[in-house]
């Protein structure tokens, strides 16, 4: 099948619902700019961001070898956009020679981008307008959790997001407003009914508190080291990496939770491996 050549990832965005809703093959270039396990990050020329997702088992590209990629390297590759968790990403990616082009014009290759300064108080739509780019930040590290069982490791940040906040805020008044008024009525079936309520709030809030700030965030596959001495943070921390989100839809409440994260990327231990492509 002839892909589609997009002519860059900022139309991808731009025309995401028309590419994702017809199953699209597309080709689309960008710089290598973060590897993530064995899936990846591209930016344009613009520095608009696309995750490439390897699959769950997926084959890592990474390397020194003239088969493989490193961060910098400009690549076309081929797949099919779709959304997971909020972010657009490529997928459906075929371990094939010709899905993986490494560009190698000088007048052709895709500059790494500058980073994007973020200073802690972005609300969501300007986050939003953030995923898949690179960004940097000073932050204040307040809690970090150890490494799981998959090697995912998160970091809480000082970042709070704005809006997310007042959101908080609101539903906390509310269910304090509920809580009086039950200490001051007889009727026991609006009692229950204020009940009802305050649970329903208690379980907004829940989602709600996770996301409230700004997360480092990471996780390896095998074979894999972090790019980020995360171990070794001190209070006040620099960390430049992508800015992603992880949106969960709640149906019963017919709510959205972004937790926006500052992805940091990682290495490949053992990266001398001549790439094996299927027929």
Same mark, same amino acid.
Request: charged fraction near 25%; aromatic fraction near 8%.
């Given at each position: 099948?002839?892909?589609?050549?997009?002519?860059?990832?900022?139309?991808?965005?731009?025309?995401?619902?028309?590419?994702?809703?017809?199953?699209?093959?597309?080709?689309?270039?960008?710089?290598?700019?973060?590897?993530?396990?064995?899936?990846?990050?591209?930016?344009?020329?613009?520095?608009?961001?696309?995750?490439?997702?390897?699959?769950?088992?997926?084959?890592?590209?990474?390397?020194?070898?003239?088969?493989?990629?490193?961060?910098?390297?400009?690549?076309?590759?081929?797949?099919?956009?779709?959304?997971?968790?909020?972010?657009?990403?490529?997928?459906? *990616?075929?371990?094939? $020679? &010709?899905?993986? @082009? #490494? /560009? !190698? %014009?000088?007048?052709? +290759?895709?500059?790494?981008?500058?980073? =994007?300064?973020?200073?802690?108080?972005?609300?969501?739509?300007?986050?939003?307008?953030?995923?898949?780019?690179?960004?940097?930040?000073?932050?204040?590290?307040?809690?970090?959790?150890?490494?799981?069982?998959?090697?995912?490791?998160?970091?809480?940040?000082?970042?709070?997001?704005?809006?997310?906040?007042?959101?908080?805020?609101?539903?906390?008044?509310? *269910?304090?407003?509920? $809580? &009086?008024?039950? @200490? #001051? /009525? !007889? %009727?026991?079936?609006? +009692?229950?009914?204020?009940?009802?309520? =305050?649970?329903?709030?208690?379980?907004?809030?829940?989602?709600?508190?996770?996301?409230?700030?700004?997360?480092?965030?990471?996780?390896?596959?095998?074979?894999?080291?972090?790019?980020?001495?995360?171990?070794?943070?001190?209070?006040?921390?620099?960390?430049?990496?992508?800015?992603?989100?992880?949106?969960?839809?709640?149906?019963?409440?017919?709510?959205?939770?972004?937790?926006?994260?500052?992805?940091?990327?990682?290495?490949?231990?053992?990266?001398? +491996?001549?790439?094996?492509?299927?027929?």
């Amino acid at each position: 099948t002839t892909p589609t050549e997009l002519p860059s990832i900022k139309d991808a965005h731009e025309n995401f619902d028309t590419y994702a809703s017809r199953g699209t093959f597309v080709a689309i270039t960008g710089v290598i700019v973060r590897f993530i396990g064995s899936n990846f990050y591209l930016a344009d020329a613009e520095g608009y961001g696309l995750y490439v997702y390897m699959g769950i088992n997926g084959n890592a590209i990474e390397g020194t070898k003239p088969s493989q990629f490193l961060v910098g390297d400009t690549i076309n590759i081929r797949g099919r956009l779709c959304e997971y968790g909020g972010q657009m990403q490529l997928s459906g *990616i075929e371990f094939k $020679k &010709e899905t993986f @082009k #490494k /560009i !190698t %014009d000088p007048e052709k +290759k895709i500059p790494m981008p500058e980073a =994007i300064e973020i200073t802690g108080n972005e609300t969501s739509e300007q986050l939003d307008k953030l995923i898949g780019k690179l960004v940097h930040a000073n932050v204040s590290i307040e809690s970090c959790g150890s490494p799981s069982k998959d090697n995912s490791f998160s970091l809480t940040t000082a970042f709070e997001v704005p809006d997310i906040v007042e959101k908080k805020n609101k539903l906390e008044e509310e *269910i304090n407003q509920l $809580k &009086e008024e039950n @200490k #001051k /009525i !007889t %009727d026991e079936n609006q +009692k229950e009914e204020n009940n009802k309520r =305050i649970a329903e709030l208690n379980k907004l809030l829940n989602s709600i508190y996770p996301n409230i700030q700004i997360r480092i965030n990471g996780s390896l596959a095998g074979g894999y080291d972090f790019d980020y001495t995360f171990a070794n943070f001190s209070k006040i921390t620099e960390v430049t990496g992508i800015m992603s989100i992880y949106s969960e839809n709640d149906v019963q409440v017919k709510e959205k939770f972004p937790s926006y994260q500052i992805v940091v990327g990682n290495k490949m231990i053992d990266c001398e +491996k001549e790439l094996v492509f299927s027929e």
